[in-house]
Nanobody, 117 residues
Framework: QVLVVESGGGLVQAGGSLRLSCKAS????????IAWYRQAPGKQRDMVAT?????TLNYADSVKGRFAIFRDNATVFLQMNSLKPEDTAVYYC?????????????WGQGTQVTVSS
C-alpha cells in the first residue's frame, strides 16, 4: 500500500506564490507517477500537473508557465507562481501507474489553496 500526504496549502494574495509538497510512502512497485489535481467548489476534479519516473512532465493549459512540478528524492513539489483567484481549490496528490489504467491508485487527503483578489 501507499500513503500519500500533501502539505503546503494556505491563503495567498493574487500574484503570490505557494509550494505544495506530496510525499508518497510505500513501495514504488505500486506506482511510477505522481499527479496534482485540484477541485474547486461545485466543480469536477481536474488534473493540474504530472511527473513520472522517466521525468516526463505534463501540465494543464491553465497553469502552463506559472506552475512547475518537480521531484526531490521521495517528495514531489508543485511550485505555484503568479497565482490567480481562479486557482483557489483543494489540491490533491495522486500516486498511480501511468502505463496501466487498471492498477490501483492512491490519493492524499487534499490541501486547501485560497487566492484572494
Amino acid at each position: 500500500q501507499v500513503l500519500v500526504v500533501e502539505s503546503g496549502g494556505g491563503l495567498v494574495q493574487a500574484g503570490g506564490s505557494l509550494r505544495l509538497s506530496c510525499k508518497a510512502s510505500g513501495s514504488t512497485f505500486f506506482y511510477n507517477a505522481i499527479a496534482w489535481y485540484r477541485q474547486a467548489p461545485g466543480k469536477q476534479r481536474d488534473m493540474v500537473a504530472t511527473i513520472n519516473d522517466g521525468g516526463t512532465l505534463n501540465y494543464a493549459d491553465s497553469v502552463k508557465g506559472r506552475f512547475a512540478i518537480f521531484r526531490d528524492n521521495a517528495t514531489v513539489f508543485l511550485q505555484m507562481n503568479s497565482l490567480k483567484p481562479e486557482d483557489t481549490a483543494v489540491y490533491y496528490c495522486r500516486a498511480y501507474t501511468d502505463y496501466d489504467r487498471s492498477a490501483t491508485d492512491f490519493w492524499g487527503q487534499g490541501t486547501q489553496v485560497t487566492v484572494s483578489s
